[in-house]
């Protein structure tokens, strides 16, 4: 928001007099700019519609926002003894003559850049699984038993996950090697465990072994149990003849 850093120390005399000047400053630049010096509600316009009275609060912000970015550019060289209280009353200013403004700019900043962080750390988990990964180019789907993820891919580049999933337990293990998809059934339920449901089944065996929806936390009896998301997806995009890679 502002480069204000706070203090306990008592103002001194000058600075009153800086956050003073940091009010009036803002104020008078509103005015030479035509932005009013305070916001009250907006009237409302026969004919107006709410979209149109949000859009219109939008813009007056924008513009308080444009006159504050400003102000504080033109004090930036101030001494700190002075620049600090000034640029605090820009800020206090501009926080009464358009409240919330500054912290929902703020607020979107701080979502922006959450976002974009997560999105280089994917960028990051997927090269590192490219540069890891042991299946063949060849395979559209691709299961990694030991780390308890799947992933699709084309020509060996990953085009949806990795993704979470549990597999078979001791005794039912899920088996490993090339396979290709067989048939898919969307409500399919078990008949070998008393019709238990799995969603979105999309079979890589004839001996009953498929992706499905179901829990990721326990293991299976020899399927590849996904989130809902996931298995929807892996239904809608893989196809009979389609290889299947579990190692």
């Given at each position: 928001?502002?480069?204000?850093?706070?203090?306990?120390?008592?103002?001194?005399?000058?600075?009153?007099?800086?956050?003073?000047?940091?009010?009036?400053?803002?104020?008078?630049?509103?005015?030479?700019?035509?932005?009013?010096?305070?916001?009250?509600?907006?009237?409302?316009?026969?004919?107006?519609?709410?979209?149109?009275?949000?859009?219109?609060?939008?813009?007056?912000?924008?513009?308080?926002?444009?006159?504050?970015?400003?102000?504080?550019r033109?004090?930036?060289?101030?001494?700190?003894?002075?620049?600090?209280?000034?640029?605090?009353?820009?800020?206090?200013?501009?926080?009464?003559?358009?409240?919330?403004?500054?912290?929902?700019?703020?607020?979107?900043?701080?979502?922006?850049?959450?976002?974009?962080?997560?999105?280089?750390?994917?960028?990051?988990?997927?090269?590192?699984?490219?540069?890891?990964?042991?299946?063949?180019?060849s395979?559209?789907?691709?299961?990694?038993?030991?780390?308890?993820?799947?992933?699709?891919?084309?020509?060996?580049?990953?085009?949806?996950?990795?993704?979470?999933?549990?597999?078979?337990?001791?005794?039912?293990?899920?088996?490993?090697?090339?396979?290709?998809?067989q048939?898919k059934?969307?409500?399919?339920?078990?008949?070998?465990?008393?019709?238990?449901?799995?969603?979105?089944?999309?079979?890589f065996?004839?001996?009953?072994?498929?992706?499905?929806?179901?829990?990721?936390?326990?293991?299976?009896?020899?399927?590849?149990?996904?989130?809902?998301?996931?298995?929807?997806?892996?239904?809608?995009?893989?196809?009979?003849?389609?290889?299947?890679?579990?190692?």
């Amino acid at each position: 928001m502002s480069n204000y850093i706070g203090t306990h120390r008592r103002p001194s005399r000058t600075g009153r007099r800086a956050a003073s000047f940091g009010i009036a400053f803002l104020a008078a630049s509103s005015l030479g700019s035509g932005v009013a010096s305070a916001q009250p509600a907006l009237p409302t316009i026969p004919g107006t519609s709410p979209q149109e009275l949000n859009q219109a609060r939008e813009n007056f912000n924008d513009g308080v926002l444009g006159v504050r970015d400003g102000a504080i550019r033109d004090t930036n060289n101030l001494p700190d003894e002075a620049r600090v209280p000034v640029q605090q009353g820009i800020d206090d200013t501009t926080n009464f003559v358009a409240p919330g403004a500054l912290q929902k700019r703020e607020d979107a900043r701080i979502a922006a850049q959450q976002k974009a962080d997560a999105a280089r750390a994917a960028a990051a988990a997927a090269a590192r699984a490219r540069a890891n990964n042991p299946c063949p180019p060849s395979a559209r789907a691709c299961v990694d038993l030991a780390n308890n993820r799947t992933w699709l891919q084309n020509n060996g580049k990953i085009t949806y996950g990795p993704v979470t999933m549990s597999h078979g337990k001791p005794g039912q293990e899920t088996p490993r090697g090339n396979f290709t998809v067989q048939y898919k059934v969307r409500d399919e339920v078990s008949r070998e465990f008393n019709n238990a449901p799995m969603p979105f089944a999309t079979y890589f065996t004839n001996r009953g072994h498929a992706f499905h929806q179901g829990t990721t936390n326990t293991q299976s009896a020899g399927c590849v149990r996904m989130n809902r998301a996931d298995a929807e997806f892996y239904f809608n995009n893989l196809n009979p003849g389609d290889r299947v890679f579990i190692w």
